[in-house]
């Protein structure tokens, strides 16, 4: 199994502010493990089928499926952003919503079936576009995956994007050189669903343009869903 080595040598936080992402630029020595101490958290998306235990009121208990627009609906509650958000945090947003109707309602959610995990690998590799995860792979393996690198391509400027619990966008500058001319020094790094791979015909040189001119405009309309702030009502 490939693997590879990376240099994080820039991390762009995306927060909501107003509405809009605002972006900041910061130079971190840490690899993308240490930046990201929230990795493990799984993230719900569209498709994805929960089960609603109410507690306080076991006749609304009920398996539900997340809605295309990221919106999770039941009986007495308003509808409830669930896209990019930890099952917790959607657990707390419906109690918010039924407080209106019940008293002190008391209920958990429960993931019970996950949709398509699809990734998205653009720019300079041989067929762009959404990638299944088959398992655990890393940033190379996904560019091998949708045909390998172009001509052109920027091997040592790789982005990678991820949406971490509470709707910050981070990213992170690869370099995927040495995971094929020396695998055994590469560094293990799984992708998850709605991770965004992308690879530079030019090196990068002004981040926060770069990701809105190249990789937001490039992304499929589910993607454009996920990593934009203003879903998060």
């Known amino acids: 199994m490939f693997r590879f080595f990376f240099l994080a040598l820039v991390t762009v936080s995306l927060v909501s502010c ?3 992402p605002k972006p900041s630029l910061r130079f971190p020595s840490e690899s993308w493990q240490s930046a990201v101490p929230e ?13 609603v235990v109410v507690h306080s009121a076991p006749e ?12 999770l ?4 509650a308003q509808p409830v952003m669930a896209m990019a958000r930890t099952p917790d945090e959607v657990a707390m947003a419906l109690r918010a919503s039924l407080a209106q109707e019940l008293k002190d309602p008391d209920l958990d959610i429960v993931p019970t079936e996950f949709a398509s995990q699809n990734i998205f690998v653009g720019g300079e590799v041989q067929r762009p576009g959404m990638v299944a ?6 940033p190379l393996q996904a560019v091998i ?19 971490l619990p509470g709707g910050e966008v981070r990213t992170v500058v690869l ?3 040495k995971g094929i001319t020396d695998p055994a020094a590469a560094t293990w790094l799984p ?32 993607f454009s869903l996920y990593y934009d702030l203003r879903q998060r009502n």
């Open 191 to 222: 992708l998850r669903r709605f991770d965004v791979v992308y690879v530079p015909q030019t090196r990068i040189s002004e981040e926060n343009q770069f990701m809105e001119r190249f990789i937001r405009n490039a992304l499929p309309v589910q």
């Open 39 to 51: 990795d493990d958290v799984y993230l719900l998306a569209p498709g994805d089928k929960v089960e």
């Open 60 to 71: 609304l208990t009920r398996e539900l499926t997340i809605a295309p627009d990221g919106r």
């Open 18 to 20: 107003g509405g809009q």
């Open 145 to 163: 995956l949708a045909g390998g690198f172009t001509r052109d391509a920027k091997r040592g400027n790789v982005i990678l994007m991820r949406r």
């Open 175 to 177: 370099d995927l050189r």
């Open 133 to 138: 995860l088959p398992g655990q792979i890393d």
């Open 73 to 76: 609906r039941m009986p007495l």
